[in-house]
Each structure stands twice: as C-alpha cells, then as structure tokens.
C-alpha cells in the first residue's frame, strides 16, 4: 500500500538535505549579486512563511532592460481560528506599513499576509511579529498549515471550545525544528544530531496539509475543502456542549486543466470522534499521510490522492489502527451556508460583534478609503478583539454594548462599513493573482470588482438584485478562493478569459461543474445574462441559483470528481 517512487521529486532531496528546514537559508540573505535566495533555499522558506515573489507587472520591461526580476517576498502569518488582540493588530498594521508594500491582505484561510517584503527586512518583519508573540511558521511548506475554525468563538460554549480545538491542533501540528527561531529570532544554534521532527520526520509531508473545523449550520470555513475536518456536533438537548466531531479527510481544491487526473474534491466522512481523541486521530490522518503520500510527482501528492490510490476504506482503518481508536458512525449535519453574516452579532456573554465586507481582504490606504488607517483607529479604542475570517473579512468582536456607537462611527468614517453592498457582492470571493502570484494566468482580486459591477447590473435586471448568489474568481486553477465550490465559478484560463463554472450549492457541500471553457467578459455576461433570465422566471420558491442550474439541468451534479469532474 505503500507509494515508493523511483524517483523522488526535487523538493523531496531539499528538504531531506535542509538540516530540518535551514538550507542555506541563513547565507541567502546576505548575498549582494542578487536579491532572490539560493536555490533550494526558496522552497524551504516557505515552512518559514515566507515565499519568493517578483512583481509581474515589470517582468517583461525588466527582462529587455536586462535587469534581474523585481525580487520581493510574501510573508503569511499564522492565526489559528484568526483571532487577534487589538495590540497584535496594531503590530500587524505598523510592520505593514514600515516593511512592506504597504497593505495587508487577509487570506481565504483566516489569516493575513504581507506581499513587496525585501530580502533585508524579512528578519525584521518576523521579529516585529514575535514582539506580540505571532509567527509565521507553517504559514506556508509540506506541513499543517493555518488552522481554520468558526470566527464568533463567542457565540456559544461550543464555539469557545472549538476554538480552543483549533489553536490546540495549530500547537500539535506544528513542526519542531528550532531552525525558525535560529534564524529569524535568537541566532542560537542547535548542537548537531539534537534536533527531530517526532511526527513529520526529516522530510515532512509529502505536500501541504489543511485543517478547518466547522460549527453547523454554518460551513464559513469550507470545510469540505480541507485535507483534515472536523464538524462540531452538539448535544440535540443542550446546544451549548460539545458532544464530539464528524472526522473528515481528503478535501481540496487545487487542479490543472485539461488534466483529468488532478481534480478538485470534497472530503469523505470517516466517523464520529470524541473531543479528547481529535488529537490522536488528526495525528493519525498526518502521519498516514506522510507515510503513503505521493513523493515522486508533487501534482498527486495531497491526501486526496493518497485516499484515492488507497480506496477509502483501507485509509479510514489506516487512521483508527494508527490511532487506536475506532470511528463511530457519524451524526447527522445539516448546513445552511458558507459565507459570512455581516453587520452586528451577540454573544453569550452580551457583548457584541461587527463583521466587516473587505474586499477581496485587501486592507490599504487608498484615497476616499483609508481601510488600514480606519482599523488603526478602531484598534486604538477598542477593548475585544478582531477575527478574521475564511471569507477575507474581519470581525471587530467582543465590543461592549456602550462602545457599539463609537466603533461604528469609526468603521463609516473610514469606509469600512457602508449599507450599499449588494448580496452578490457580499458573497464574492478572489483570490491575489496578478501581480504577484507567479502561477497566476488571469486577473482575480484586481479585475473581480469592475466584473462584479456590471454582474450585478445583470441581476438587478432579472430582478435578482437582492439575491445571494456565490461567486468566486481565481487566477488559475489551483482554486485558492476555493472556486470549485461557488455557485458560479471563473477560473482563469488566459490573460483575460476563464473557465466558467455552475452548480455550488451555496453550502460548500457540493462541486460545481465547467459549463462554458474559456470564456472573456462578454461572453461571461451574455452567458450569465440568458441564465438570470431563465431563474429569475423558472426557480421554485426559496431555490437558489446553483440548485436552480443543477434541477433545470444546466449542468450535471458532480458525483464522483475522480471519475467526473472534467466530463
Ligand atoms: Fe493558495 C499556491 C495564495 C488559499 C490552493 N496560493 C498559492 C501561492 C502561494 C502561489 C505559489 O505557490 O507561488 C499564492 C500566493 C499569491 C500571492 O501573491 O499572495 C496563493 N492561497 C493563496 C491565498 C493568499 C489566496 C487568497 O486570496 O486569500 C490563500 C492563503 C491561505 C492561507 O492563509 O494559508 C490561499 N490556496 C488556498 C486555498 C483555499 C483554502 O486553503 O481553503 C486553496 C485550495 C484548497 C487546497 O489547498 O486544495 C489553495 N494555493 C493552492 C494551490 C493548489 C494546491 C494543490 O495541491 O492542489 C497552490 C499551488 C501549489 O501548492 O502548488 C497554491
Ligand atoms: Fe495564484 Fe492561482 Fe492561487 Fe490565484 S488561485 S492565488 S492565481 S495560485
């Protein structure tokens, strides 16, 4: 059952030379002939958090001036649940504005990142995070990364406790190398022979590793999407506790077109967990992973692979021997959505939270909309704490009723808050892309807004202006705005078209399906155009347009991505 390759893929010889993740790492950085990092070096600064970049927009020009590209770095934190103190944003917002291109960029999976950090500042940067004790340590590399949970920990017991479930596996997953600290904080250096990884082993995993957990009915953090799952399922007599999670594995988005055998996939159910063994069992789903993964050929080696080359089966009695613990039949889920609600909430505790839209999770400063500036004012008063959440958003949560007044004046005086968003727009997600995403093949996160516009132009046509219908843009097919699972998918195909994809369930329960290949705006619109037109007159009560377009059978319902997702 073992996957022996061959031939190992070159990152497999990188990390297995690296000396537990430090490579040449500390000699890159003072190298004057370049401002790129050795060899070898930029696949290992990834476990750091950081990832070589260089800025696409002046490649060509740079190229024909003979000049070296315009190396620059992303550094991406890591935030477990996505929770911050208002000093950490403070922090956040400093070190942005100081060291890098100047904005913060909240991420799909509840953190934020920094693009345009120089070589040079790059110590500076991970110190001026470590002075309000966060990091970057598997921000990024062939390890767990961020891990995802409901951002209203306050809304119940329950959702207290899952977050304390996240930052727990966040802590039990992390890799124990010191080389983060040696390099980046104290220069100390570790004897050698005394370091080990116990549960990754010198050449972590195979690829990276995702973990979310989800609170029904809400599926904010996609969790379906994700290598490793947990849904919390509560007490039917007592919402408040925790009786245990559904186990979910072998999720993810990532394909390459019109290669059939990569394929987006949601996760499978294994079973019921108690609480007290989501440690074990998620160690066991790792290390099954590490062990069985795809080393040859970096295109299959996710878990969604693996439990496809393994049949489910055999994986899920993988993990309970490995574990020693045996899956009880899961209970029942029901999900209603996968976005955010937006505006004021309550807690448990009476005090309330404000979920903020940031589009696209791009915080800047730009004129008539100072966002960054405004979450400075915010944070300078206020006395909870912010959550960012899996949809690019930020909660300005746990604020007293009696500061309710001062935080929302804040927010509309700095554009962070306005009542003129439509639904449509709300819901939307894209991905970075250009300039900066070297896999990028189409605009995303710079183009989705002009497009949304006049979609949305589309929709108050028909009628639907008022109707939340999922979109998400990506910039390839690697699907980090997870478009594989919104109601209307665009994925770049070229400098300005897209595959367009239909049948999300508005849940993040089902994939949806390539209806029109490659496609630019004005086909986009006339597409969406005729298909507005056909729901706005056709759709049962209640029916919402990716299960309109699936009944009506615009599109197949995808049931086995393996077999066929491409057909
Ligand atoms: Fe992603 C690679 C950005 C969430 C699937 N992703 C990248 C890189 C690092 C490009 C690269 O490899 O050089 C992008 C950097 C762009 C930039 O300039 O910042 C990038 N991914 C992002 C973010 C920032 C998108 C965003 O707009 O928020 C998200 C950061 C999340 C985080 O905080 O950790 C991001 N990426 C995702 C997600 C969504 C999720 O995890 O829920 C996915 C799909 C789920 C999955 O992993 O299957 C995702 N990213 C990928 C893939 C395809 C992986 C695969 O195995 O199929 C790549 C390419 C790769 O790994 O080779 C990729
Ligand atoms: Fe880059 Fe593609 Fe991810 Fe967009 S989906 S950030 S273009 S890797």
Redesign the pocket.
């Known amino acids: 059952m073992n996957a022996q390759p061959s031939t190992l893929s070159p990152v497999e010889t990188i990390k297995a030379r690296s000396h537990f993740l430090r490579g040449t790492l500390a000699e890159s950085l003072t190298d004057e002939l370049t401002g790129a990092l050795a060899p070898g070096d930029e696949q290992l600064s990834k476990f750091h958090g950081f990832?070589q970049?260089d800025d696409r927009d002046v490649r060509t020009e740079r190229l024909e001036r003979r000049l070296e590209p315009a190396y620059s770095f992303?550094l991406?934190a890591r935030l477990p649940g996505g929770v911050c103190t208002p000093a950490q944003w403070l922090a956040i917002d400093r070190v942005g504005r100081e060291l890098t291109q100047g904005s913060v960029?909240?991420?799909?999976?509840?953190?934020f990142?920094y693009?345009g950090v120089l070589r040079g500042h790059l110590r500076s940067v991970i110190q001026g995070l470590h002075q309000v004790l966060l990091d970057s340590i598997g921000?990024?590399g062939d390890v767990n990364?961020?891990v995802?949970c409901s951002p209203h920990p306050d809304q119940s017991a329950l959702h207290g406790e899952v977050y304390a479930w996240a930052r727990r596996l966040s802590e039990h997953l992390l890799p124990r190398t010191r080389a983060y600290h040696e390099l980046w904080l104290d220069g100390e250096q570790v004897a050698g022979g005394e370091e080990s990884e116990p549960l990754y082993g010198p050449t972590y995993l195979p690829?990276?590793f995702?973990t979310?957990i989800a609170v029904p009915p809400h599926n904010d953090v996609?969790v379906y999407?994700?290598d490793l799952g947990f849904i919390a399922i509560a007490d039917p007599t007592d919402p408040d506790r925790l009786l245990g999670f559904n186990c979910l594995a072998g999720?993810?988005?990532?394909?390459t077109h019109g290669d059939r055998s990569?394929f987006?996939r949601l996760a499978d159910d294994l079973g019921f967990v108690l609480p007290a063994q989501v440690p074990a069992v998620a160690e066991a789903v790792l290390a099954t992973q590490r062990d069985h993964g795809e080393r040859g050929d970096?295109t299959h080696?996710?878990l969604k692979y693996t439990i496809e080359r393994l049949g489910l089966d055999a994986f899920r009695a993988e993990v309970e021997r490995r574990s020693g613990i045996a899956f009880a039949p899961s209970r029942p889920v029901h999900f209603t959505d996968h976005s955010d609600r937006y505006g004021w909430t309550r807690g448990r505790d009476g005090r309330w939270s404000l979920t903020l839209f940031i589009e696209?999770?791009r915080l800047s400063d730009q004129p008539g909309r100072p966002l960054l500036s405004g979450l400075r004012a915010i944070a300078e008063v206020h006395q909870g704490d912010f959550r960012i959440t899996?949809n690019?958003n930020l909660i300005v949560a746990g604020v007293p009723a009696r500061q309710k007044k001062r935080i929302e004046v804040l927010a509309r005086e700095y554009g962070l808050l306005t009542d003129a968003r439509s639904p449509l727009r709300l819901g939307a997600?894209?991905?970075?892309?250009l300039p900066?995403?070297?896999?990028a093949m189409a605009e995303?996160?710079r183009y989705l807004p002009d497009l949304l516009t006049r979609i949305e132009a589309l929709a108050a046509r028909h009628g639907l202006a008022d109707q939340e219908i999922v979109i998400r843009m990506t910039g390839c097919p690697?699907?980090?705005?997870?478009p594989y699972l919104a109601e209307i998918g665009l994925v770049g195909k070229g400098p300005r078209t897209y595959n367009l994809l239909l049948g999300g369930d508005g849940r993040g329960a089902r994939l949806n399906r390539l209806y029109r290949d490659n496609i630019a705006e004005a086909e986009i619109l006339a597409t969406l155009d005729e298909l507005f037109a056909r729901y706005a007159t056709e759709r049962e009560a209640q029916e919402r347009f990716g299960d309109f377009v699936v009944r009506a059978g615009i599109v197949r319902r995808v049931v086995n991505a393996a077999r066929d997702f491409h057909d």
């Open positions: 990832y970049q992303m991406r960029r909240l991420t799909t999976r509840q953190t990142q693009h921000g990024c990364r961020n995802m690829r990276k995702k979310a996609d999407a994700n999720g993810g988005m990532g394909a990569t987006p970096r080696a996710r696209n999770g899996p690019q997600l894209a991905c970075v892309a900066t995403c070297p896999l995303a996160e690697n699907g980090c705005a997870r």
